[in-house]
C-alpha cells in the first residue's frame, strides 16, 4: 500500500500507468466532465460516468488520471485498457468492486464478445451495489455500440454519460502551451504558427512533437526557434 502523495496506490494488474494528471490536461469546452472526474477521484461524489469522443481527445489519459488522483488520496484504484482485450481473461474484472474506484478504457472492444459483456455486466452490478465509482470510456455513445447483452448496453447510460467534445484550433494551441509550460517550456508564438502550418493538429500529433522538441531542445542546448524547428521537421517525425 502507497500513502499519500504517491500516484497510482493499490493497482492490482499487469498495466504500466502513466503518472498522467489531471493537471496536464486542457479541458476547454470539457469542463464539466472534467470537474466530475476530479469529484470522483477524490471520493466526494461516487458516481458511474460513462465519457466517449474521438480518438485523440484525451479519454486515455482522464482515466489513468482518476486512478492518479484516488491514490494521491490513498484511495484504491484500477486501470483496466480493454485495448488489450485479446491477451486477457474476463476473470481479471472479479473483486474491482473491492475498488473505490474502477475505471475500464476502450469498452467497445468488448462489444460482440459474450464472456466479456457478461463480466462487465456484473461488474457493473457488484460496484453499484457496494455504492463505488465506475468510470467508462469508449469511441462511441452508449447506444451506438454494438454490444449484444442489453442489459449491459442499458446500464452503460444509466448514470452520468459525457462526449469529450474536441478542442477548437485555440483550445488545441491552448493546450500546447499549458503542457509545454508544465515542462518549463516556452514556445513563441511565431514557432506556434510555424508548426502549425506543417504538422496535423490534432492533440496526439501536437503532443508528440511538444516531446520531440522537448527532447532535442535539451540535447542540443538551444532555444525554440522557427529555424531549429525547420531542422528538425526536415529531419522528419522518427
Known sequence: MT????????IPLPFPLPHL???????????????????TAGGTEERIVYLWGAEGTGKSHLLQAVCNRAGAAARRAAYVPLSD??????????GLEEMNVVCIDDVNRAAGNAAWEQALFHLFNRIRDAGRSLVFAADAAPA????????????LSWDLVFRIEPLDEAERFAALRH???QRGMEIPDDVLRFLSRRIARDPHTLFGWLERLDRESLAAQK???VPFVKELL????G
Open 179 to 181: 503542457r509545454a509550460a
Open 144 to 155: 451506438s455500440l454494438p454490444i449484444a447483452l442489453s442489459d449491459l448496453k442499458s446500464r
Open 223 to 225: 532555444k525554440l526557434t
Open 3 to 10: 500513502g499519500p502523495g504517491q500516484p497510482a496506490a493499490q
Open 21 to 39: 494528471a489531471f493537471g496536464a490536461f486542457w479541458p476547454g469546452v470539457n469542463q464539466a466532465l472534467f470537474d466530475q472526474l476530479q469529484r
Open 234 to 237: 526536415e529531419r522528419g517525425a
Open 85 to 94: 482485450r485479446e491477451r486477457l481473461d474476463p476473470s481479471l474484472l472479479e
